[in-house]
């Protein structure tokens, strides 16, 4: 009989690509993963794994028993929401992964609902990148989280998990504003009544109009920064990088500084406007899902923390909830 544990590992071996990362995702040593993959293929009763020096790659067995081991974890997630449903009255802990705007903006107003309709249950928020988000649900360190994709950077289907759609959010492109400029305030196309933003231009003609400037990215393999540089890059140039943040707010104390320019999300320039940075609206958009194992998303914890948060989106984002 195949080993559930093995064959879990064997699934994070498929997907990280060595034995030390698997073993430093869930936390054993890299010869103890070793022992267990060696165990696993005398159950099977095959060579699973190839080894070639420090590496392995799995065999073309390896790779449908991986299809196999997906298959039954997604029913043994279905076996544990049927389960936590008949048991009634969630409780204990539930591990939530949010990107920081999300977590500022949607998740508080998320959890107040979700202690007034079930009070047993503890959700634990984690600040987590969307790119991170993938491995640590795989590996049980997180139970459901937020992440998202922009047009630019489409989010691929991720082995183990699926996801449901919440919400989508404008972009703006923010650049030092104009002191000689009349900013003409537009309220319907801003984030906020109290900043100025011009209707939807063109976009290329938008962003190589500061193809010059120096540009504020997220850093190097967030999805934010492949966001702004395969933007540019479909206007026709390469924005050249001074600065790389990952806080919104700070970027916009870094154009409003003079400098760079920045494309930031709608929940990114939400506050006290700020007269030294002027928005332009873009083409383009942020979708954000609720991601989780797959076989999950009945699970009562689940299905009301997803709840919780459609009823926490803000009205001006109401609209795009169900953009897939």
Same mark, same amino acid.
């Not at 959700?123 to 360190?141: C, I």
């Not at 109009?209 to 540019?232: E, F, N």
């Not at 104390?253 to 400098?259: R, Y």
């Given at each position: 009989?195949?080993?559930?544990?093995?064959?879990?590992?064997?699934?994070?071996?498929?997907?990280?690509?060595?034995?030390?990362? %698997?073993?430093?995702?869930?936390?054993?040593?890299?010869?103890? %993963?070793?022992?267990?993959?060696?165990?696993?293929?005398?159950?099977?009763?095959?060579?699973?794994?190839?080894?070639?020096?420090?590496?392995?790659?799995?065999?073309?067995?390896?790779?449908?028993?991986?299809? @196999?081991?997906?298959?039954?974890?997604?029913?043994?997630?279905?076996?544990?929401?049927?389960?936590?449903? =008949?048991?009634?009255?969630?409780?204990?802990?539930?591990?939530?992964?949010?990107? #920081?705007?999300?977590?500022?903006?949607?998740?508080?107003?998320?959890?107040?609902?979700?202690?007034?309709?079930?009070?047993?249950?503890?959700?634990?928020?984690?600040?987590?990148?969307?790119?991170?988000?993938?491995?640590?649900?795989?590996?049980?360190?997180?139970?459901?989280?937020?992440?998202?994709?922009?047009?630019?950077? #489409?989010?691929?289907?991720?082995?183990?998990?699926?996801?449901?759609?919440?919400?989508?959010?404008?972009?703006?492109?923010?650049?030092?504003? /104009?002191?000689?400029?009349?900013?003409?305030?537009?309220?319907?196309?801003?984030?906020?009544?109290?900043?100025?933003?011009?209707?939807?231009?063109?976009?290329?003609?938008?962003?190589?109009?500061?193809?010059?400037?120096?540009?504020?990215?997220?850093?190097?393999?967030?999805?934010? @920064?492949?966001?702004?540089?395969?933007?540019?890059?479909?206007?026709?140039?390469?924005?050249?990088?001074? @600065?790389?943040? /990952?806080?919104?707010?700070?970027?916009?104390?870094?154009?409003?500084?003079?400098?760079?320019?920045?494309? %930031?999300?709608?929940?990114?320039?939400?506050?006290?406007? /700020?007269?030294?940075?002027?928005?332009?609206?873009?083409?383009?958009?942020?979708?954000?899902?609720?991601?989780?194992?797959?076989?999950?998303?009945?699970?009562?914890? %689940?299905?009301?923390?997803?709840?919780?948060?459609?009823?926490?989106?803000?009205?001006?984002?109401?609209?795009?909830? =169900?953009?897939?």
């Amino acid at each position: 009989m195949l080993d559930v544990r093995r064959l879990r590992l064997l699934r994070e071996l498929a997907r990280r690509g060595t034995i030390a990362a %698997v073993g430093e995702a869930l936390a054993f040593s890299p010869s103890a %993963v070793s022992q267990q993959l060696t165990v696993l293929e005398r159950e099977a009763g095959l060579p699973l794994l190839e080894r070639t020096g420090r590496r392995v790659r799995l065999t073309p067995a390896g790779q449908n028993l991986v299809r @196999h081991a997906e298959a039954v974890l997604e029913r043994l997630e279905q076996a544990e929401a049927d389960l936590a449903e =008949a048991r009634g009255g969630l409780s204990g802990a539930l591990r939530i992964g949010a990107f #920081p705007t999300a977590t500022r903006a949607i998740v508080p107003a998320a959890l107040i609902t979700l202690a007034r309709r079930h009070p047993g249950l503890e959700p634990m928020v984690s600040e987590t990148d969307p790119a991170a988000v993938a491995h640590a649900l795989r590996a049980g360190d997180l139970d459901v989280a937020l992440v998202h994709e922009y047009d630019f950077v #489409p989010a691929e289907p991720e082995p183990g998990l699926a996801t449901a759609p919440l919400y989508g959010e404008a972009m703006y492109l923010a650049a030092p504003a /104009d002191p000689a400029a009349d900013p003409a305030p537009d309220p319907a196309a801003a984030p906020d009544p109290g900043r100025t933003a011009d209707p939807e231009p063109d976009q290329g003609a938008a962003l190589r109009a500061h193809a010059r400037a120096p540009w504020i990215t997220a850093t190097p393999g967030t999805l934010c @920064h492949a966001m702004t540089v395969r933007a540019c890059q479909a206007a026709g140039f390469t924005p050249r990088v001074r @600065h790389r943040v /990952d806080e919104f707010a700070t970027v916009l104390a870094l154009v409003a500084a003079g400098q760079g320019v920045a494309v %930031v999300p709608q929940l990114g320039v939400t506050g006290p406007a /700020d007269p030294a940075v002027h928005l332009t609206r873009l083409l383009m958009q942020r979708r954000t899902k609720l991601a989780f194992r797959s076989g999950a998303g009945a699970h009562p914890a %689940v299905a009301a923390f997803g709840a919780a948060l459609r009823a926490a989106v803000p009205p001006d984002l109401a609209g795009s909830r =169900a953009v897939q």
